[in-house]
C-alpha cells in the first residue's frame, strides 16, 4: 500500500482510520474515489488500488 500513499505510513493510517469511521461500503468508496485517488494520485496503480478497495469491501461485508 505504500505506493498509493507516496510510502507516508501516516496518511495511510488517517486515511484508514477516516474509513472505519464510514457506515457504509459506499460512503467508503464515495471518499476513496473523490478525495484520496485525486490527493494521492492513484492513476497508474490500478493493481493496487483494486487491491486496497477490494480490503475496504470486505470491511463492510
Known amino acids: 500500500m505504500k505506493n498509493l500513499f507516496d510510502g507516508s505510513q501516516e496518511d495511510f493510517n488517517r486515511v484508514v482510520s477516516l474509513l472505519n469511521s464510514f457506515k457504509t461500503e459506499k460512503e467508503a468508496k464515495k471518499f476513496i474515489n473523490k478525495m484520496i485517488k485525486p490527493d494521492c494520485n492513484w ?7 483494486n487491491h486496497f478497495v477490494a480490503i475496504v469491501e470486505r470491511k463492510f461485508a
Open 43 to 49: 492513476a497508474n496503480h490500478e493493481a493496487l488500488e
